[in-house]
């Protein structure tokens, strides 16, 4: 009774173990790479967007874990490992996506060297975007487009919610802290709409074209669960000629945002010709 | 492509609907009323405590609804209607939560009459309470202890975890809308602490002794998972000494605070007598 305060704060051995199986399983760390080249690109210094980006990647992987639960995506493996339920369970993975997505908004709200303006922004956005009417939203039409024909139109809605937001955060919340203008951080949100859409083309033409092994995921699985895609839609040329089209509207969102440095236009190529 | 940023933001109807059967399912509303109790009996007044209040009720509307599902505690019936998952599905379950957990911190960020420094405090402090070192470190070791004979001591961490943090986060947070001094927040946090011991006490006793019909849940479950209990670790007596012990340390708690309104002191008293 008397040390009842004592132990008021516990992290599980096997919570932490599942936790950061997950979060060090790799990844390409677009989206903290995204942030601070946008944080950069407009002349941020500094070590502000880490605790930022670090929230972003546990959102991002705690969407990972819970999507490839058997109740969904039902995967065995990600990024070249086993799945989390596959390694620790299906409860513990469940307890760990959910710890990932709720630790996420205190890491931002305990930053040093933000201001609570800054932080009530951040964490609101954050929760909007991974949220019901954001990345939620899509998993949720995405469970809803299987087996269906989708027309391309919702396909870039399904896409735009899943992917785009989570991207588009990275790129608002670097411009963002960098102290940007309200009108340049609408030419970003724009610009992360077009990244949404490069990064997803590209996962459907890789799907297509890749190899398994450098992808560390099998190929062809869209085929085999009757998933629409850009490339079953338009072709694989098509879908090609869709993303030049998206990689030249994202050039423009740079170019009316009058970035100097070149890190974004550069990532952006990469986006569209990535290999895994 | 024109319309790219119009289906902006979207909440499918059907996750719509499941969240929306859990939120409606009812309960005893316990935390927004602990909530309101606390921040009245210090003096506040006006609606400043609603939106953290419905936030906390999300969060713990969500904890419901994957603890239901079946790679946790399995259960079909809650608050005398189909659990979330039995009525929607598995994957629309684990979404509704999903989505009641993110949106909870933009509900908090978006309230109007607070301060952006108090809605850091408190979308931080909610983070901690419900995460990896609070209600999800108490759901973790509740799982582990399957099974197992726990310590009372052991039982007292699982409990003060898994229901306590939340019931705490409703009493601290409706004190610190009040604006009290941090003396009086942390003897708040001691209260709300006993709270949670004396809201679980009750829960075993009434597994024991309780009337299914007024529960809304069978009884005997605890007997039949072989899980570690207060009746099981000092008997009934025992546990109703138990009791006694948390709810006068409760009170001293609320004379401490200097707490004219005697309304915690009957929540009190409610919560040890409850029969649902």
Redesign the interface.
């Known amino acids: ?1 008397m040390n ?2 004592e ?6 051995n ?3 173990e599942s ?1 950061l199986y997950s979060m060090r399983a790799g990844g390409k760390r677009l989206r903290p790479i995204l942030m601070r080249a946008a944080f950069e690109s407009f002349g941020g210094r500094g070590d502000k967007v880490l605790p930022v980006a670090a929230a972003l990647e546990m959102v991002h992987t705690y969407s990972l874990i ?1 999507d490839d ?1 058997p ?2 995506d039902d995967d065995d493996y990600r990024r070249g490992q086993l799945t989390n339920h596959k390694k620790f ?4 993975a ?2 760990a ?3 990932l ?6 890491v931002i ?2 930053a040093v060297g933000i ?3 800054e ?2 922004y951040l ?6 975007a ?5 990345m ?2 899509g ?3 995405d ?2 487009a299987e087996d269906k024909e989708s027309t391309l139109d919702q396909l ?2 399904i896409h ?2 899943k992917t785009g937001k989570l991207l588009t955060y990275a790129i608002v919340a670097g411009a963002y802290l960098a102290g940007v203008k309200p009108e340049t951080l609408d030419l970003m ?2 610009f992360g ?1 077009y990244i949404g859409l490069i990064f997803q083309v590209q996962d459907d033409i890789l799907d297509v074209t890749g190899d398994a092994s450098v992808l560390g995921k099998p190929v062809g699985s869209d085929e085999e669960n009757k998933k629409s895609t850009y490339p079953k839609l338009l072709g694989l040329d098509g879908a090609k000629a869709q993303m030049d ?1 998206y990689v030249n ?1 994202a050039h423009q969102c740079l170019e009316q945002a009058e970035i100097k440095d070149s890190r974004l236009h550069e990532l952006t190529v990469y986006l569209s010709r990535r290999t895994s």
């Open positions: 009774m009842l305060l132990h008021d704060n516990i992290l599980p096997s919570l932490a936790v819970h639960l109740a969904m369970g299906e409860a513990t469940i307890l996506g959910d710890a997505l709720t630790r996420s908004f205190s709200g305990q201001q609570p303006e932080k009530v964490m609101s956005y954050l929760s909007e991974a949220g019901p009417t954001g939620i939203a998993q949720t039409l469970m809803e870039e809605q735009n919610l949100k724009q709409t089209k509207l």
